[in-house]
Protein backbone atom coordinates (compact mmCIF):
# COMPACT_ATOMS: atom_id res chain seq x y z
CA UNK A 1 0.00 0.00 0.00
CA UNK A 2 1.30 3.33 -0.74
CA UNK A 3 1.61 6.41 1.68
CA UNK A 4 0.31 8.76 -0.24
CA UNK A 5 -1.21 11.53 1.99
CA UNK A 6 -4.49 13.42 1.31
CA UNK A 7 -2.50 16.33 -0.20
CA UNK A 8 -0.62 14.13 -2.65
CA UNK A 9 -3.34 11.87 -3.71
CA UNK A 10 -6.05 15.02 -4.49
CA UNK A 11 -3.39 17.75 -5.95
CA UNK A 12 -0.94 15.41 -7.88
CA UNK A 13 -2.91 12.24 -8.82
CA UNK A 14 -6.45 12.67 -8.67
CA UNK A 15 -7.89 14.65 -12.34
CA UNK A 16 -5.45 13.20 -14.31
CA UNK A 17 -6.70 13.21 -17.96
CA UNK A 18 -4.02 11.31 -20.02
CA UNK A 19 -2.11 9.37 -18.61
CA UNK A 20 1.22 8.22 -20.02
CA UNK A 21 3.14 5.25 -18.48
CA UNK A 22 6.81 5.89 -19.25
CA UNK A 23 9.14 8.96 -19.65
CA UNK A 24 11.45 7.50 -22.53
CA UNK A 25 11.13 9.16 -26.11
CA UNK A 26 7.90 7.85 -27.14
CA UNK A 27 6.48 8.61 -23.79
CA UNK A 28 7.72 12.17 -23.62
CA UNK A 29 6.36 12.66 -27.69
CA UNK A 30 3.12 11.14 -26.99
CA UNK A 31 2.61 13.47 -23.95
CA UNK A 32 3.78 16.29 -26.02
CA UNK A 33 1.59 16.08 -29.11
CA UNK A 34 -1.10 15.67 -26.42
CA UNK A 35 -0.90 18.51 -25.25
CA UNK A 36 -0.66 20.07 -28.40
CA UNK A 37 -4.05 18.36 -29.58
CA UNK A 38 -5.99 18.55 -26.09
CA UNK A 39 -4.08 21.98 -24.50
CA UNK A 40 -6.99 22.02 -21.93
CA UNK A 41 -6.58 18.42 -21.08
CA UNK A 42 -4.21 17.22 -17.68
CA UNK A 43 -1.39 15.62 -18.95
CA UNK A 44 0.84 13.18 -16.87
CA UNK A 45 3.92 11.29 -17.70
CA UNK A 46 5.24 8.58 -14.85
CA UNK A 47 8.26 6.74 -14.72
CA UNK A 48 9.49 4.26 -12.05
CA UNK A 49 12.91 6.13 -12.80
CA UNK A 50 14.29 9.52 -11.38
CA UNK A 51 15.23 9.92 -14.61
CA UNK A 52 13.38 7.38 -16.62
CA UNK A 53 15.28 3.67 -17.37
CA UNK A 54 15.20 1.94 -20.06
CA UNK A 55 16.88 3.10 -23.53
CA UNK A 56 16.20 6.48 -24.26
CA UNK A 57 18.83 8.11 -21.25
CA UNK A 58 21.10 5.08 -22.17
CA UNK A 59 21.68 4.84 -25.64
CA UNK A 60 24.34 5.56 -28.00
CA UNK A 61 23.11 8.43 -29.56
CA UNK A 62 23.53 7.84 -33.22
CA UNK A 63 21.32 9.36 -35.43
CA UNK A 64 21.13 6.40 -38.21
CA UNK A 65 18.66 4.89 -40.36
CA UNK A 66 20.10 1.68 -41.80
CA UNK A 67 23.08 0.15 -42.44
CA UNK A 68 23.91 -1.78 -45.60
CA UNK A 69 24.93 -4.68 -44.18
CA UNK A 70 21.38 -4.49 -41.43
CA UNK A 71 19.46 -3.73 -44.80
CA UNK A 72 20.25 -6.82 -46.54
CA UNK A 73 20.13 -8.82 -43.62
CA UNK A 74 16.52 -7.55 -43.11
CA UNK A 75 15.72 -8.01 -46.89
CA UNK A 76 16.05 -12.01 -46.53
CA UNK A 77 12.98 -11.77 -44.43
CA UNK A 78 10.85 -8.71 -45.60
CA UNK A 79 10.22 -7.34 -48.81
CA UNK A 80 11.70 -4.82 -50.58
CA UNK A 81 8.86 -2.36 -49.94
CA UNK A 82 8.33 -3.14 -46.11
CA UNK A 83 12.38 -2.37 -45.94
CA UNK A 84 12.26 0.49 -47.71
CA UNK A 85 8.91 1.69 -45.11
CA UNK A 86 11.12 1.15 -42.06
CA UNK A 87 13.72 3.44 -43.51
CA UNK A 88 11.80 5.99 -44.55
CA UNK A 89 10.25 6.14 -41.40
CA UNK A 90 13.51 6.09 -39.63
CA UNK A 91 14.65 8.98 -41.57
CA UNK A 92 11.71 11.34 -41.79
CA UNK A 93 11.84 10.48 -37.64
CA UNK A 94 15.05 12.01 -37.07
CA UNK A 95 14.18 14.84 -39.16
CA UNK A 96 10.90 15.43 -36.71
CA UNK A 97 13.26 14.93 -34.09
CA UNK A 98 15.91 17.44 -35.12
CA UNK A 99 13.07 19.88 -36.20
CA UNK A 100 10.54 19.69 -32.91
CA UNK A 101 13.99 20.22 -30.76
CA UNK A 102 16.45 21.98 -32.60
CA UNK A 103 19.49 20.36 -33.51
CA UNK A 104 21.73 22.96 -30.97
CA UNK A 105 19.49 21.82 -28.27
CA UNK A 106 19.77 17.81 -29.09
CA UNK A 107 23.75 18.51 -29.78
CA UNK A 108 23.38 16.97 -33.32
CA UNK A 109 26.56 16.74 -35.51
CA UNK A 110 26.16 16.01 -39.21
CA UNK A 111 29.08 13.45 -39.19
CA UNK A 112 27.96 10.61 -41.48
CA UNK A 113 27.59 7.06 -40.18
CA UNK A 114 30.19 4.75 -41.56
CA UNK A 115 29.66 0.13 -41.40
CA UNK A 116 33.61 -1.33 -41.27
CA UNK A 117 34.67 -4.45 -42.42
CA UNK A 118 37.33 -6.05 -40.85
CA UNK A 119 38.70 -9.45 -42.12
CA UNK A 120 36.62 -11.94 -40.47
CA UNK A 121 33.71 -9.90 -41.45
CA UNK A 122 34.62 -11.14 -45.55
CA UNK A 123 31.36 -12.35 -47.18
CA UNK A 124 29.65 -9.44 -45.41
CA UNK A 125 31.92 -6.74 -47.13
CA UNK A 126 31.67 -8.27 -50.45
CA UNK A 127 27.75 -8.99 -50.38
CA UNK A 128 27.28 -5.09 -48.93
CA UNK A 129 30.20 -3.66 -51.76
CA UNK A 130 28.70 -5.54 -54.76
CA UNK A 131 24.83 -4.84 -53.60
CA UNK A 132 25.77 -1.12 -53.00
CA UNK A 133 24.35 0.37 -56.44
CA UNK A 134 21.29 -1.87 -55.54
CA UNK A 135 20.79 -0.69 -52.16
CA UNK A 136 21.47 3.33 -53.21
CA UNK A 137 19.02 2.60 -56.35
CA UNK A 138 16.40 1.40 -53.35
CA UNK A 139 16.78 4.63 -51.52
CA UNK A 140 17.05 6.54 -53.70
CA UNK A 141 13.09 8.24 -54.84
CA UNK A 142 12.50 8.72 -51.02
CA UNK A 143 16.09 9.42 -49.19
CA UNK A 144 18.65 11.35 -51.76
CA UNK A 145 20.79 10.09 -54.00
CA UNK A 146 23.88 7.69 -53.10
CA UNK A 147 23.00 7.51 -49.76
CA UNK A 148 26.16 4.69 -49.46
CA UNK A 149 29.80 5.62 -50.78
CA UNK A 150 32.36 3.61 -50.23
CA UNK A 151 35.29 5.26 -48.08
CA UNK A 152 38.60 5.50 -46.72
CA UNK A 153 37.38 5.99 -43.07
CA UNK A 154 38.79 2.67 -41.85
CA UNK A 155 42.24 3.36 -42.60
CA UNK A 156 42.11 5.99 -39.91
CA UNK A 157 42.33 3.27 -36.91
CA UNK A 158 45.45 2.07 -35.00
CA UNK A 159 44.54 -0.87 -33.23
CA UNK A 160 46.97 -4.10 -33.54
CA UNK A 161 44.33 -5.67 -36.66
CA UNK A 162 43.14 -3.23 -39.11
CA UNK A 163 39.84 -2.38 -40.59
CA UNK A 164 39.82 -3.81 -44.28
CA UNK A 165 36.91 -1.47 -45.45
CA UNK A 166 34.34 1.06 -44.49
CA UNK A 167 30.80 2.01 -46.50
CA UNK A 168 29.96 5.97 -45.39
CA UNK A 169 26.47 7.30 -45.37
CA UNK A 170 26.72 11.32 -45.60
CA UNK A 171 23.02 11.58 -44.06
CA UNK A 172 23.49 10.21 -41.02
CA UNK A 173 24.71 11.85 -37.89
CA UNK A 174 25.04 11.56 -34.04
CA UNK A 175 22.88 13.26 -31.08
CA UNK A 176 23.97 14.48 -27.31
CA UNK A 177 21.55 11.87 -25.51
CA UNK A 178 21.32 13.56 -22.30
CA UNK A 179 20.67 16.85 -24.29
CA UNK A 180 18.04 15.29 -26.26
CA UNK A 181 16.22 13.64 -23.16
CA UNK A 182 16.46 16.89 -21.27
CA UNK A 183 15.35 19.22 -24.20
CA UNK A 184 12.47 17.18 -24.63
CA UNK A 185 11.58 17.11 -21.01
CA UNK A 186 11.56 21.18 -20.73
CA UNK A 187 9.63 21.44 -24.10
CA UNK A 188 6.63 19.30 -22.51
CA UNK A 189 6.51 21.22 -19.34
CA UNK A 190 7.12 24.19 -20.84
CA UNK A 191 3.16 23.25 -22.69
CA UNK A 192 2.09 22.21 -19.14
CA UNK A 193 2.76 18.24 -19.16
CA UNK A 194 3.23 17.08 -15.70
CA UNK A 195 5.82 14.79 -14.72
CA UNK A 196 6.11 12.95 -11.52
CA UNK A 197 9.21 9.77 -11.51
CA UNK A 198 9.80 7.36 -9.09
CA UNK A 199 6.38 5.37 -9.35
CA UNK A 200 6.54 2.11 -10.08
CA UNK A 201 2.99 0.77 -12.13
CA UNK A 202 2.47 -2.48 -11.01
CA UNK A 203 -0.65 -3.61 -13.44
CA UNK A 204 -3.07 -1.65 -15.59
CA UNK A 205 -7.05 -2.26 -15.74
CA UNK A 206 -7.40 -3.19 -19.61
CA UNK A 207 -10.22 -0.88 -19.90
CA UNK A 208 -7.93 1.81 -19.48
CA UNK A 209 -9.52 3.64 -16.58
CA UNK A 210 -6.50 3.04 -13.78
CA UNK A 211 -3.43 2.26 -13.13
CA UNK A 212 -2.39 0.52 -10.24
CA UNK A 213 0.67 0.91 -7.71
CA UNK A 214 0.70 -2.55 -5.62
CA UNK A 215 -2.77 -1.87 -4.60
CA UNK A 216 -3.50 1.73 -4.85
CA UNK A 217 -5.46 2.71 -7.69
CA UNK A 218 -4.77 5.93 -9.92
CA UNK A 219 -7.68 7.10 -12.24
CA UNK A 220 -7.61 8.66 -16.11
CA UNK A 221 -9.67 9.11 -18.14
CA UNK A 222 -6.94 7.84 -20.62
CA UNK A 223 -4.16 5.52 -20.51
CA UNK A 224 -0.88 5.53 -22.63
CA UNK A 225 1.67 2.64 -22.48
CA UNK A 226 4.64 3.67 -23.27
CA UNK A 227 7.69 1.27 -21.59
CA UNK A 228 8.91 -0.02 -24.70
CA UNK A 229 11.06 -3.22 -23.29
CA UNK A 230 8.96 -3.43 -19.92
CA UNK A 231 5.59 -3.73 -22.52
CA UNK A 232 4.76 -7.54 -21.64
CA UNK A 233 4.93 -6.75 -17.37
CA UNK A 234 1.89 -4.25 -18.00
CA UNK A 235 0.16 -6.62 -20.89
CA UNK A 236 1.24 -9.63 -21.29
CA UNK A 237 -0.32 -10.56 -24.89
CA UNK A 238 2.41 -8.03 -26.55
CA UNK A 239 4.92 -9.76 -28.39
CA UNK A 240 7.91 -7.75 -27.12
CA UNK A 241 11.39 -8.64 -25.67
CA UNK A 242 14.01 -7.62 -23.89
CA UNK A 243 17.57 -7.09 -24.55
CA UNK A 244 20.08 -6.07 -22.54
CA UNK A 245 23.11 -3.96 -24.23
CA UNK A 246 25.99 -3.03 -22.40
CA UNK A 247 28.11 0.40 -23.14
CA UNK A 248 31.52 1.67 -22.15
CA UNK A 249 33.11 5.39 -22.13
CA UNK A 250 36.81 5.81 -22.50
CA UNK A 251 38.96 7.98 -20.77
CA UNK A 252 39.78 10.88 -23.07
CA UNK A 253 42.77 10.30 -25.75
CA UNK A 254 45.65 11.94 -26.74
CA UNK A 255 44.57 11.12 -30.67
CA UNK A 256 40.77 11.45 -30.39
CA UNK A 257 38.98 9.22 -33.49
CA UNK A 258 37.42 11.30 -35.82
CA UNK A 259 33.71 12.62 -35.13
CA UNK A 260 31.45 9.94 -36.19
CA UNK A 261 28.64 6.94 -35.85
CA UNK A 262 30.99 3.52 -36.74
CA UNK A 263 28.99 0.07 -36.45
CA UNK A 264 30.03 -3.10 -37.66
CA UNK A 265 28.82 -6.64 -37.76
CA UNK A 266 25.00 -5.71 -38.72
CA UNK A 267 24.71 -3.00 -35.88
CA UNK A 268 25.95 -5.73 -33.01
CA UNK A 269 29.50 -3.60 -32.54
CA UNK A 270 29.00 0.19 -32.47
CA UNK A 271 31.10 2.98 -31.53
CA UNK A 272 31.71 6.73 -31.61
CA UNK A 273 33.36 9.53 -30.50
CA UNK A 274 32.26 11.26 -27.04
CA UNK A 275 34.29 14.45 -25.91
CA UNK A 276 37.31 13.11 -27.15
CA UNK A 277 36.80 9.44 -25.54
CA UNK A 278 35.37 6.42 -27.20
CA UNK A 279 31.84 5.42 -26.34
CA UNK A 280 31.48 1.86 -27.66
CA UNK A 281 28.95 -1.06 -27.06
CA UNK A 282 27.35 -4.18 -28.31
CA UNK A 283 28.43 -7.60 -28.23
CA UNK A 284 24.59 -8.84 -27.64
CA UNK A 285 25.26 -11.45 -30.37
CA UNK A 286 27.52 -13.35 -28.51
CA UNK A 287 25.82 -13.95 -25.46
CA UNK A 288 21.74 -14.04 -26.81
CA UNK A 289 20.47 -16.30 -24.04
CA UNK A 290 22.32 -13.96 -21.25
CA UNK A 291 21.16 -10.80 -22.88
CA UNK A 292 17.28 -11.66 -23.59
CA UNK A 293 16.94 -9.92 -20.05
CA UNK A 294 14.99 -6.91 -18.67
CA UNK A 295 17.67 -6.39 -15.60
CA UNK A 296 20.01 -4.18 -15.89
CA UNK A 297 23.74 -5.05 -15.70
CA UNK A 298 27.38 -5.74 -16.77
CA UNK A 299 29.04 -9.16 -17.21
CA UNK A 300 32.60 -9.98 -17.85
CA UNK A 301 32.26 -11.52 -20.65
CA UNK A 302 30.88 -8.67 -22.96
CA UNK A 303 32.94 -6.25 -21.14
CA UNK A 304 36.62 -8.15 -22.15
CA UNK A 305 35.04 -7.94 -26.02
CA UNK A 306 34.54 -4.58 -25.79
CA UNK A 307 38.17 -4.05 -24.04
CA UNK A 308 39.63 -6.30 -27.06
CA UNK A 309 37.96 -5.10 -29.33
CA UNK A 310 39.17 -1.37 -28.31
CA UNK A 311 42.49 -2.47 -28.29
CA UNK A 312 42.64 -4.83 -31.33
CA UNK A 313 40.92 -2.54 -33.45
CA UNK A 314 39.94 1.16 -32.62
CA UNK A 315 43.22 2.67 -31.12
CA UNK A 316 47.07 1.56 -29.95
CA UNK A 317 46.75 4.17 -27.33
CA UNK A 318 46.61 2.94 -23.33
CA UNK A 319 43.03 2.90 -22.73
CA UNK A 320 41.18 2.91 -19.24
CA UNK A 321 37.54 2.70 -18.82
CA UNK A 322 35.59 6.09 -18.07
CA UNK A 323 32.16 4.61 -17.60
CA UNK A 324 30.25 1.32 -17.80
CA UNK A 325 25.96 0.85 -18.02
CA UNK A 326 23.65 -0.98 -19.90
CA UNK A 327 20.06 -0.42 -21.33
CA UNK A 328 17.46 -2.25 -22.50
CA UNK A 329 16.11 -2.25 -26.26
CA UNK A 330 12.76 -3.75 -26.85
CA UNK A 331 12.59 -5.86 -30.09
CA UNK A 332 10.04 -8.25 -32.21
CA UNK A 333 10.19 -10.74 -34.98
CA UNK A 334 9.20 -7.95 -36.75
CA UNK A 335 11.34 -4.72 -36.85
CA UNK A 336 7.99 -2.93 -36.58
CA UNK A 337 7.03 -0.72 -33.17
CA UNK A 338 3.40 -1.33 -31.97
CA UNK A 339 1.38 1.65 -31.74
CA UNK A 340 -2.28 1.12 -31.61
CA UNK A 341 -5.44 1.78 -29.56
CA UNK A 342 -6.91 -1.02 -27.82
CA UNK A 343 -10.31 0.67 -26.76
CA UNK A 344 -11.56 4.19 -26.60
CA UNK A 345 -9.46 4.71 -22.83
CA UNK A 346 -6.17 2.47 -23.85
CA UNK A 347 -3.34 3.41 -26.36
CA UNK A 348 0.08 1.16 -26.50
CA UNK A 349 3.63 2.54 -28.13
CA UNK A 350 6.32 -0.03 -27.79
CA UNK A 351 8.73 -1.76 -29.52
CA UNK A 352 11.08 0.68 -30.72
CA UNK A 353 13.87 -1.51 -31.46
CA UNK A 354 17.65 -0.83 -31.66
CA UNK A 355 17.18 2.66 -33.40
CA UNK A 356 13.94 4.58 -31.40
CA UNK A 357 15.83 7.22 -31.39
CA UNK A 358 15.26 7.98 -35.31
CA UNK A 359 11.67 6.84 -35.03
CA UNK A 360 10.14 7.91 -31.41
CA UNK A 361 9.30 10.89 -31.73
CA UNK A 362 7.31 9.98 -34.69
CA UNK A 363 5.68 6.77 -32.79
CA UNK A 364 4.39 9.28 -29.98
CA UNK A 365 3.00 11.58 -32.58
CA UNK A 366 1.01 8.86 -34.20
CA UNK A 367 0.18 7.45 -30.78
CA UNK A 368 -1.47 10.94 -30.18
CA UNK A 369 -3.69 11.43 -32.67
CA UNK A 370 -5.02 7.59 -32.33
CA UNK A 371 -6.86 9.71 -29.38
CA UNK A 372 -8.41 11.92 -31.54
C1 LIG B 1 22.42 0.74 -25.09
C2 LIG B 1 21.48 1.21 -26.14
C3 LIG B 1 21.97 1.89 -27.24
C4 LIG B 1 21.09 2.37 -28.21
N1 LIG B 1 21.58 3.14 -29.20
C5 LIG B 1 20.73 3.70 -30.08
C6 LIG B 1 21.22 4.59 -31.04
O1 LIG B 1 22.40 4.90 -31.08
N2 LIG B 1 20.34 5.10 -31.97
C7 LIG B 1 19.01 4.77 -31.92
O2 LIG B 1 18.26 5.22 -32.80
N3 LIG B 1 18.51 3.98 -30.98
C8 LIG B 1 19.33 3.44 -30.05
N4 LIG B 1 18.85 2.64 -29.07
C9 LIG B 1 17.40 2.39 -29.05
C10 LIG B 1 16.61 3.58 -28.50
O3 LIG B 1 17.28 4.15 -27.42
C11 LIG B 1 15.22 3.10 -28.06
O4 LIG B 1 14.59 2.42 -29.13
C12 LIG B 1 14.31 4.24 -27.61
O5 LIG B 1 14.97 5.08 -26.70
C13 LIG B 1 13.06 3.66 -26.98
O6 LIG B 1 12.31 4.71 -26.40
P1 LIG B 1 11.03 4.36 -25.54
O7 LIG B 1 10.51 5.63 -25.01
O8 LIG B 1 10.12 3.50 -26.32
O9 LIG B 1 11.54 3.41 -24.36
P2 LIG B 1 12.41 3.70 -23.07
O10 LIG B 1 13.33 4.80 -23.25
O11 LIG B 1 12.95 2.39 -22.64
O12 LIG B 1 11.33 4.20 -22.02
C14 LIG B 1 10.48 3.34 -21.32
C15 LIG B 1 10.28 3.94 -19.96
O13 LIG B 1 9.29 3.22 -19.25
C16 LIG B 1 9.62 3.23 -17.89
N5 LIG B 1 8.91 2.12 -17.27
C17 LIG B 1 9.02 0.81 -17.57
N6 LIG B 1 8.17 0.09 -16.84
C18 LIG B 1 7.52 0.96 -16.03
C19 LIG B 1 6.52 0.83 -15.03
N7 LIG B 1 6.01 -0.37 -14.73
N8 LIG B 1 6.07 1.93 -14.39
C20 LIG B 1 6.57 3.15 -14.69
N9 LIG B 1 7.52 3.35 -15.64
C21 LIG B 1 7.98 2.27 -16.30
C22 LIG B 1 11.14 3.06 -17.87
O14 LIG B 1 11.71 3.55 -16.67
C23 LIG B 1 11.54 3.90 -19.08
O15 LIG B 1 11.88 5.20 -18.72
C24 LIG B 1 19.69 2.12 -28.09
C25 LIG B 1 19.20 1.42 -27.00
C26 LIG B 1 20.08 0.96 -26.02
C27 LIG B 1 19.54 0.20 -24.85
Not at 137 to 162: A, C, R
Amino acid sequence: MSNWSFWEKSRYLDGIQDLIVGGGLVGMSTAYHLKLLFPQRRVVVIDRDPFSAGASTKNAGFACFGSPSELLSDLKHSSEGEVLALVERRFKGLNYLREILGDDQIGYVPCGGTELFREEDGFLEKNCVEKLDYLNSLLETSIGKEVYQLSNDHLFFSGKKKFVASIKNKLEGSIDTGRMVKAFKEKCMSIGVEFFNGINITSVNKNGSSVLVDDTEILAERIFICVNAFAKNLIPDLEVRPARNQVVVTNKLLRPIPLGTYHLDEGYIYFRSIDDRILIGGFRNTAMEEESTQVFGLTDLIQNKISSFITNYITDEEIKIYYRWSGILGLGDVKKPIVTKINDRLFIGVRMGGMGVAIGSLVGKELSELAR
